[in-house]
């Protein structure tokens, strides 16, 4: 079964910073891995999504690499802000599975 | 894209009692999953809502308990049946096509009393 881990669990950096968050899975046969942001109280909203085929993504401050062989993705914020702030989670999908496993988030505190 | 939206965002329910929750999405979807998320924690999935058949449940999720419905490829309903203190949580639904980003509800924050 695909085991999904994120570190650290929570993480506050002084705005500006640049930053990265850390996932890994256990079982490399995955079909891609997909980023998400939650707000307090809020549904997940997609950031990036990576297929199996792919190295990295990226969407505006935010840069997401995968490396399969590993079993580890990154997501690089840049420059942060205090909107930032939020929960990211990671999920991936495996190959034979139309499912996604998650990871326990990464809880990012931007402070001003 | 696809924009989801699920009714009602919160509930309040008394201990026994029954709550469907509805999950509508924009544009058809191929998959549909609904998950649980409890106070602090990630999530859960329950269950694979499947198009005219019965949906797939996950280990520990039962379909007495969390019957689901999926008559087309735009909606489903989720019911959490006979409601404990301890179904109180956050529950998702989200969509998307195989291979493809897959969107998220806002949730339906349920308190059980």
């Known amino acids: 079964k695909q085991e999904v881990t994120q570190i650290p669990a929570a993480l506050s950096v002084p705005e500006g910073e640049n930053l990265v968050l850390n996932c890994s899975f256990t079982?490399?046969?995955?079909?891609?891995l997909q980023w998400f942001r939650q707000d307090p109280g809020k549904g997940l909203t997609s950031l990036l999504l990576i297929q199996s085929s792919q190295r990295e993504q990226t969407s505006g401050r935010l840069n997401a690499s995968l490396d399969k062989s590993s079993g580890r993705s990154t997501l690089y914020i840049a420059a942060s802000q205090p909107g930032d702030s939020a929960t990211y989670l990671c999920a991936v999908r495996p190959y034979n599975f139309n499912k996604f496993y998650f990871g326990s988030g990464t809880k990012l505190n931007v402070k001003p | 894209s696809a924009v989801i939206s699920q009714k009602p965002s919160r509930d309040i329910c008394q201990r026994g009692t029954s709550l469907t929750i509805q999950c509508q999405v924009d544009?058809?979807?191929?998959?549909m999953f609904w998950y649980r998320q409890q106070p602090g924690q990630s999530l859960t999935l329950i269950a694979t809502a499947n198009q005219g058949s019965e949906a797939t449940y996950e280990s520990g999720f039962v379909i007495d308990k969390f019957p689901i419905s999926r008559p087309n490829l735009t909606f489903s309903t989720l019911t959490v049946s006979n409601m404990s203190p301890e179904d109180s949580s956050i529950y998702l639904c989200s969509g998307g096509t195989s291979g493809d980003t897959q969107y998220f509800g806002p949730g339906t924050r349920l308190t059980v009393l």
């Open positions: 079982d490399s046969a995955i079909y891609n």
């Open positions: 544009s058809q979807v191929t998959m």
